[in-house]
């Protein structure tokens, strides 16, 4: 089966830190773009950060610039999104995504994305 497994969110204060954690299974995941999104109650599904298939280029969205980096363990076949300095505004349910082989394209339309993790919670406690 072919699988993405999200984990990591939880609660924690402003200007805390929690690392997300997205676990592939059934397919070769360091070949492939990684998409973190999240999404608010009430806002649309944003792009947070990517990273690209077969190699290390980065996508960070503004307000998470400084703050969130993205990166992946080839040999776990699991990437990461480490979160520090949170703020109540990051607080959503976040997903991973995969998608585009040997890509560094990190496009915002959901649906080049093929496969998705299911979410997990983040609260930012003020």
């Known amino acids: 089966d072919v699988q993405l497994q999200a984990s990591g969110g939880g609660l924690v204060q402003a200007g805390g830190s929690l690392r997300l954690v997205c676990v592939a299974s059934?397919?070769?995941?360091?070949?492939?773009?990684i998409g973190w999104f999240r999404q608010a109650p009430g806002k649309e599904r944003e792009r947070v950060s990517c990273?690209?298939?077969?190699?290390?280029?980065?996508y960070y969205a503004d307000a998470v610039k400084g703050r969130f980096t993205i990166f992946r363990d080839k040999g776990k076949n699991t990437g990461y999104l480490q979160m520090n300095s949170l703020k109540p505004e990051d607080a959503a349910v976040y997903y991973c995504a995969a998608g585009g082989v040997r890509s560094s394209m990190f496009p915002q339309n959901e649906r080049w994305y093929g496969f998705w993790g299911q979410g997990t919670q983040v609260t930012v406690s003020s």
């Open positions: 990273i690209g298939g077969g190699n290390h280029n980065t």
């Open positions: 059934g397919f070769y995941f360091e070949d492939y773009v």
